[in-house]
């Protein structure tokens, strides 16, 4: 009888244990849109301390009263603001921690905050440790009573529990992400939400992936999926479509080129994938009142790469080339010349290259001998997106990206708007100085 009871206590102590190990989680926002876990434990080199020592100015986490055998959350709340949430061990210890280095501490609803370097704030109880920014001094005050919101939650209102964080925790990597594609800069979101259907939101359409820093770049292996079993259908048979990608435009990346996007596609089914995407139906609707690009599109039949030379400006910036099957399209040209939008112009540049100006776009396009379209926004760009650059994209991330289904590079430095902005800022403490973030599609 006795082993029973000393079983039945053990076990319910077991029970009590695992619910407290989750109860920091509860500082994190239940309607939270991204959410990143760290195993610092797991994590070797870069980014396993290193954000953390940042924000604190400290060179050893030790005798913070942070509990770092327990793992660390970045998230993106509902408004977009972004947090990271660590475990408490000893909340005199990280006061004394604090007070260490020159930083006052003032309360705010029973909570403890301090106003960290860098303009970030850290409130903290004796669950959890909240930090978010950066802060502009106007707004100190709002983001502590925000803060302290967050801190005195409950299970009911904490991350844990919510579908968000059961996909995050079933998959086994020391760091990981799962977020809502609109929590992502505007610049990533077109690939992601290729396949979605049209009505589809933003906050619909998720991403689930293994991170990894290697080598100065930000590896991110994942899948797109929606919580909507109508919108994850779609999704599931739109990958279905990409194959393996040869590698024939690789090479035509720069290494300071903002943004790459390669697959290898069928142009036929791929063109309804295109219709419903409103990022890329927005990149190419400049010139789609003059050029039939879904007959273009139509006509590919391999590899295909989409890269952005830079971000921002008022002018078309994209270079486009693929592999096709045919060039049918062509007899169509002098039909186009005809009908172009009023203020517009389409004139050749060469053997089956042709250029259309109008407002504020200029676009070159052509087929090469060999069966390739080649386009940019100058004659130099359109004969650059189908041959290799002086000075390309490194040959680890050329054979990085061969053999893959579909791929995305970032280069990190090319990243511009607020919202790329206040990511890069986190992810440069977190992991030192990134080349390039590469997306893969499992």
Known sequence: ??????????????????????????????????????????????????????????????????????????????QGNL?????????????????????????????????????WIIGYSDKAALMMGPVVPAAEAETMSMMAKYLSAD????????PLYDKLDSISAPMAMVCQTQALPEQFIAPFTLGAPKDADASQVMIAAEMEVKKGCLWINGQTFSFNKRINAALVKAAEGYRPIEGRYVKSMSNTDAIGIFMNVDGTQF????????????????????????????????????????????????MMAAKVKHANWLADVDYWKQSVPQGGYIGDWGRDCYYYTGDKTAYYFGVTKDWQYM???????????????????????????????LVMVVNFDALKGSKAEAVTSLLKPMFGNLNAIVYTLK
């Open 155 to 162: 299970e009911e209102d904490g991350i844990s529990g919510t």
């Open 1 to 78: 009888m006795k082993r029973i009871t000393y079983f039945l206590l053990a076990l319910v102590l077991t029970v009590l244990t695992s619910c407290s190990d989750k109860d920091y989680l509860n500082a994190i926002p239940a309607e939270s849109t991204l959410l990143i876990s760290m195993n610092t434990a797991k994590l070797s080199g870069a980014g396993n301390q290193m954000l953390l020592k940042t924000l604190l100015h400290v060179s050893n986490l030790d005798n913070t009263g942070l509990d770092l055998s327990s793992n660390l959350f970045f998230f993106e709340d509902a």
């Open 271 to 318: 063109i309804q994938l295109m219709r419903q995407n409103r990022g890329l139906k927005a990149m190419l609707s400049g010139i789609n009142a003059a050029i039939d690009m879904d007959n273009i599109i139509k006509s590919i039949n391999g590899d295909m790469s989409i890269i952005t030379p830079t971000m921002g400006g008022d002018h078309f910036n994209l």
């Open 375 to 405: 386009s940019g926004g100058s004659k130099e760009a359109a004969l650059q997106s189908v041959a290799p650059s002086k000075n390309p994209i490194t040959p680890e991330l050329q054979n990085k990206i061969k053999g893959e289904k």
């Open 83 to 119: 947090g990271l949430c660590a475990k408490m061990d000893d909340a005199d210890k990280l006061g004394k921690t604090l007070s260490k280095a020159g930083l006052k501490t003032q309360q705010k609803r029973g909570f403890d905050f301090s106003v960290l370097p860098n303009h």
